[in-house]
């Protein structure tokens, strides 16, 4: 895998992995702590982006240049679509695609500007082990054997089912989307779409232009909508940030 980036857009997303990285050297570059160690035997290079588009490219191209990361991962919460996608259900991306980049009439509405699509893919291989990675942590949980989460904790956070993995369409804008009505608009436009965040598809362009493969996951922490759940910090803390270090421990457990 060589080295991997692990990417959040809060701190608190990546709670858990720096915790496991008491050695790792800080290197300060465009305003953000790059945190350089190793996890399971691999090199690792974990930063919070900030949150947008402008900033994970910013992010991206950063670990890229100056850090010569071989792999890209962006892990955070997001805000379910698709129908059967719930409270902390997990989305692995396959496509993702900016539901606010708009240059018609000269370019199609979504199209990205001379590029010639309005989505970027996400690596197959890297996404299939990141997929395996989830799949496997969700297993745990439901048997009783993950360190980091319990079902009890998922119940004490509103998640009552058990939860499942999807992989498809992601969208990304500049739009923290929070009401029915915003939701419904995004799902008439893109009815593949599972779920709606602020980065991913910034990231992944960067990663198209570098020429090196990135990966999405991300945690539902709502529905996108006027619905009420748990505290939204609150989730990421006692949620979201477990996945991610769980998921982040198997994933680099596979690469061997």
């Not at 980036?5 to 992995?17: D, K, Q, Y």
């Not at 990205?112 to 893919?121: A, I, S």
């Not at 232009?209 to 990421?236: E, Y």
Request: overall charge negative; charged content about 20%.
């Amino acid at each position: 895998m060589g080295r991997l980036a692990i990417v959040s857009a809060m701190e608190s997303e990546l709670r858990g992995l720096l915790a496991s990285l008491p050695q790792a050297e800080c290197v300060r570059r465009a305003g953000r702590e790059f945190w350089v160690g190793s996890l399971g035997g691999h090199e690792v290079v974990l930063v919070r982006s900030l949150i947008g588009k402008v900033a994970a490219a910013t992010t991206a191209a950063v670990l890229l240049e100056h850090f010569g990361v071989e792999s890209l991962l962006f892990t955070g919460v997001a805000g379910g679509l698709g129908a059967d996608v719930r409270i902390g259900d997990i989305v692995v991306a396959g496509d993702l695609l900016q539901h606010d980049m708009d240059a018609s009439p000269i370019f199609p509405r979504f199209e990205v500007p001379l590029y010639g699509t309005d989505r970027f893919t996400a690596d197959a291989a890297l996404s299939a082990r990141l997929h395996a990675a989830c799949e496997e942590v969700l297993t745990a949980i439901e048997a009783g054997r993950c360190e980091e989460l319990s079902r009890a904790q998922l119940e004490d956070c509103g998640v009552r089912h058990a939860p499942r993995v999807h992989r498809g369409l992601i969208l990304s804008g500049d739009r923290f989307v929070s009401s029915a009505a915003e939701a419904r608009a995004l799902q008439a436009d893109h009815p593949a779409a599972l779920a709606v965040e602020m980065e991913g598809a910034a990231l992944a362009q960067v990663a198209h232009d570098f020429g090196v493969p990135c990966a999405v996951m991300r945690t539902i922490s709502d529905r996108a909508d006027d619905s009420a759940h748990v505290d939204f910090n609150r989730f990421i803390a006692d949620v979201a940030s477990r996945y991610t270090h769980a998921v982040a421990m198997s994933l680099l457990g596979m690469a061997g």
